[in-house]
């Protein structure tokens, strides 16, 4: 055998190292169809199809950015994706499911699929296996006495600074339950129809609430069925964003996530096995309505109105959260316990600036531990009612009316 150059040689080694950790195109599929089938990933069709996405860019090496993604894979437009916090929710659940994966069904895998913090291009990386050599020098290393009381204080510094402080006890059960969350945007029915103009449009009727209520339109107007549709889209307000924003911002701090779905798209079934958030309007809620409802002692909402009874120290109140001046708002918050252990924390008002000016308050660390010593008593559950004020649906000052710890 003849002998290699040294020219040679650093060739041979450099395509032995691309052999070596090189990945076709084929097994980055067959990677992608095996994390999709997994159980992590079986109820969890958005963050399966971000992945194949993700896969996707990665073949055609492009390099992705949040904007590009809302406008690629969520459809936003480009004047709305400098302020729209789904791409990076959805890219932490997914984050957050790929370690999963990885530590249960796929840790045997060659290849992982990894998104890097801060990053949202997908990447292949391979799996090196560890020199059993090594792992023996490893284990037969030894600190001297100084060395370990120095690695020993060291430790105690870095555990007394980093260490993540525990989360406010109404929040605590949605980071440390074994569930996971979901946060529902109370969106808003709609249908298709001809404007006076003669224009096709997206109609809004404070009547219309859901399937079952348009056909019992068109079943009394039988004049509209050839001139209207269902919509295959609803509606959310700016609450939505802001809201979104706020908690997606909470739950990253305490290393945890949620997932996006709408409260017109609500089942049951979901409800029963994940936490549930919800914000959005009190009005045409029925299964948070139901739910509230069920789960609440002392309150209930009726139509308009939300009762308090059959308390043993506070007389029973009527309150009529529907308000018709556009600067002022009425909003309901409940935090509950929900079925099967899990946990439920709801957000309902009139208008924005309830939903907003709530989920802002009990997303802050100092008015979260004020209210808690003020109110609470170390109990988990309440209901509330706050006042909120404000312009342009802005919040400018939130008042509480009345807290009933359970």
């Not at 109609?203 to 009394?220: G, P, V, W």
């Not at 009990?362 to 309440?382: H, I, V």
């Amino acid at each position: 055998m003849t002998a290699k150059t040294g020219v040679d040689f650093l060739s041979w080694r450099s395509v032995r190292f691309n052999e070596f950790f090189m990945i076709s195109t084929e097994e980055k599929l067959r990677i992608t169809e095996r994390i999709i089938e997994s159980k992590t990933f079986r109820n969890a069709p958005t963050s399966s199809a971000i992945l194949r996405f993700l896969v996707q860019a990665n073949i055609e090496d492009r390099f992705l950015k949040e904007g590009i993604i809302d406008m690629e894979f969520f459809g936003g437009k480009p004047q709305d994706t400098k302020n729209n916090p789904r791409v990076r929710v959805n890219i932490y659940n997914l984050r957050k499911k790929l370690n999963t994966y990885y530590e249960n069904e796929g840790a045997k895998e060659e290849w992982q699929a990894i998104i890097d913090k801060g990053q949202y291009s997908l990447k292949f990386e391979k799996k090196i296996k560890e020199d059993p050599k090594t792992k023996l020098e490893k284990k037969s290393f030894r600190f001297n006495h100084w060395s370990l009381l120095l690695w020993a204080v060291s430790s105690l510094v870095l555990v007394w600074y980093h260490f993540p402080a525990q989360p406010p006890k109404i929040w605590k059960a949605f980071f440390d339950n074994g569930h996971s969350t979901s946060l529902y945007i109370g969106d808003a029915f709609g249908f298709t129809g001809q404007t006076i103009s003669g224009q096709a449009a997206w109609i809004r009727d404070f009547k219309i609430n859901s399937l079952e209520d348009y056909y019992q339109l068109i079943k009394e107007n039988p004049q509209l069925e050839a001139s209207t549709n269902p919509a295959n889209y609803t509606y959310a307000t700016r609450m939505a964003e802001n809201a979104t924003h706020d908690l997606s911002r909470w739950f990253a701090n305490w290393q945890n996530d949620f997932e996006i779905k709408y409260a017109s798209k609500s089942r049951f079934s979901d409800i029963k096995k994940d936490n549930t958030l919800y914000v959005g309007r009190l009005k045409d809620q029925r299964n948070f309505i139901y739910l509230f409802n069920e789960g609440n002692p002392h309150f209930s909402v009726k139509q308009k109105m939300i009762d308090f009874v059959n308390h043993p120290q506070l007389p029973d109140t009527t309150f009529q959260l529907i308000q018709y001046n556009p600067e002022t708002d009425y909003a309901l918050v409940s935090r509950m316990p929900g079925p099967n252990k899990t946990a439920q924390f709801f957000f309902f008002s009139d208008h924005d600036i309830g939903v907003m000016a709530t989920v802002e308050f009990f997303t802050n660390p100092d008015s979260l531990e004020s209210f808690q010593r003020k109110y609470l008593q170390g109990q988990e559950y309440f209901t509330a009612i706050f006042r909120a004020k404000g312009r342009e649906r802005i919040n400018l000052d939130l008042e509480t009316l009345m807290v009933v710890g359970f």
